[in-house]
């Protein structure tokens, strides 16, 4: 079984930052893929950003040039650094890892005000 906890949300103004982090433990392949998606109230969820096991990076066009997606493999953790947040940014943010099925975190509210 796989655990994935999350850590780094909060309430920030517009134009701020924040920094996501997901410590992955448990069987995990060493071939898998880990990312974040966020869900907005009244919204589906939906990918944010997603990084290979190799370090290939795939990005939602909302968020491009403005989130950094990074993984530390020896650690199984994944990283989110959020800039110029905008109030649309609010939502829960989830954790992913697929490798031969998807794990969720538990996830993390983040709040961008006006």
């Known amino acids: 079984q796989v655990q994935l906890v999350e850590s780094g949300g909060g309430l920030v103004q517009a134009g701020g930052s924040l920094r996501l982090s997901c410590a992955a433990s448990?069987?995990?392949?060493?071939?898998?893929?880990m990312g974040w998606y966020r869900q907005a109230p009244g919204k589906q969820r939906e990918l944010v950003a997603t990084i290979s096991n190799g370090g290939n990076t795939n990005y939602a066009d909302s968020v491009k040039g403005r989130f950094t997606i990074s993984r530390d493999n020896a650690k199984n953790t994944v990283y989110l650094q959020m800039n110029s947040l905008k109030p649309e940014d609010t939502a829960v943010y989830y954790c992913?890892?697929?490798?031969?099925?998807?794990?969720w975190g538990q996830g993390t509210q983040v709040t961008v005000s006006s």
């Open positions: 992913n890892l697929r490798d031969a099925r998807p794990y």
């Open positions: 448990g069987r995990i392949f060493s071939i898998n893929i």
